[in-house]
């Protein structure tokens, strides 16, 4: 039997590949002019971290995570998202101490168990960021504008902001209670799963994708007609912040987050081109998590996008991958006798910062032009039994086809130019 990658895993190369780099250059980007700086922390951490952070009672710590025991018999789990691992990180290293407010941002891999399709992977990518230490509204508008700039400058257009809020912890609190209630009332009608989630986590009910639980849901007591004033000038707020940056958006009432440490402001970016896998990022207010960890009490707001389902969009959209621009040059080596110049001048003109090509398999010209041509190279350079004779070498613009002679010595300095220009 052949090898290969395990379910729910991908490798990534190709034009793929150079969609992600454009995406990722795009998020580090708009994270450095809005003063964001990177954070990594380790791939495992701890399994109690995600069963107090995230939450036991949500599917991720109740389904999706991969733990296991290591050697030493200590229970580890491969992070299934960042913001647990971050305020860990927050929290041990004292970091809000120095740096009241801190401005972070993260990439990286991601893993939940959940069955495999198109845009939902087991093993993922995400890039997100975190405002740590703002309470007030400003730091939600900046989080959202943040993460819609980079989903605008990808160049994507086929998406909605959806948002809401649950309002303070005692707003959810009395809300909680009178969802129990009315649920429990209409229990015979909603699906296994939701009728589980009763009293474990009623608010999940809300966001059931069960065609059962639909009409019920629909005349569910909405979270919003409980909100105090605090939550509800909160969420004026941020929507006014929003308005006049112009960023449209629309109010989900339903919308309440796979995961537990939320309260206040939450916000999904959706997509319908995607099929099931509606959310391609989300993100909320999470000003519980910080006590939930031990640290205190730490208000915070943050966002995390799915790179896969990006480029997904960006495929679909797009019709197909990009190609890459040509750049570079090809050094063409005719007969053995050139092959040692050739890779000396490759060299040097990698070491000036070209980006160069050359053959290793000792192909014909011919074959080494097509390969040239297949590598949309902006120049090639020829060097045969002349020009090693006279220390020269026939450059060629792949552009306009012109071809012209040049001293060997002189090479860099006309690559360079045009490098440039
Ligand atoms: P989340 O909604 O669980 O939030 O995940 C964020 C994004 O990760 C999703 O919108 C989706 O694009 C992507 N994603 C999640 N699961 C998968 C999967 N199985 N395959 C492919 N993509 C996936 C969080 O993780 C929170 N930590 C966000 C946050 C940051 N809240 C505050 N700060």
Known sequence: MSLQAIRGTRDIFGPEMLAWHRVEEIFRDVTRTFSYEEFRTPIIESTELFKRGVGEETDIVGKEMYTFDDRGGDSITLRPEMTAPIVRAMIEHSILHHHPLTR????????????????????????????????????????????????????????????????????????????????????????????????????????????????????????????????????????????????????????????????????????????????????????????????????????????????????????????????????????????LPVQTIAYRLRRAGLHVVTDLQRRSMKAQMKEANKQRVKWTVMIGENELANSTAVLKSMETGEQQTVAQLDLETILMDTHTA
């Open 104 to 339: 972070l941002w993260y990439a990286g891999p991601q893993f939940r168990y959940e069955r495999p399709q198109k845009g939902r992977y087991r093993q993922f990518h995400q890039f997100g960021a975190e405002c740590i230490g703002s309470a007030h509204p400003e730091s939600d508008a900046e989080i959202i504008l943040l993460a819609h700039e980079v989903l605008c400058r990808t160049g994507l257009k086929s998406f909605t902001l959806e948002l809401n809020s649950l309002g303070t912890a005692s707003v959810r609190q009395t809300y909680r209670q009178a969802l129990i209630e009315y649920l429990t009332r209409n229990k015979d009608g909603l699906s296994d799963d939701s009728q589980r989630r009763i009293t474990k986590n009623p608010l999940r009910v809300l966001d059931s994708k069960d065609r059962k639980d639909k009409d019920i849901i629909a005349a569910a007591p909405l979270l919003s007609s409980f909100y105090d004033d605090t939550s509800a000038a909160h969420f004026a707020a941020v929507r006014a912040l929003l308005d006049v940056a112009g960023v449209p958006y629309v109010i989900n009432p339903l919308l309440v987050r796979g995961l537990d440490y939320y309260n206040q402001t939450v916000f999904e970016f959706t997509t319908t081109a995607l099929g099931t896998q509606n959310a391609i990022g989300g993100g909320g207010r999470y000003d519980p998590l910080f006590a939930m960890l031990g640290g205190g009490d730490v208000p915070a707001v943050g966002f995390s996008i799915g790179i896969e389902r990006v480029v997904l969009l960006l495929e679909a959209e797009q019709g197909g991958w990009q190609e890459e621009s040509s750049r570079g040059v090809y050094l063409c080596a005719i007969g053995d006798e050139a092959i």
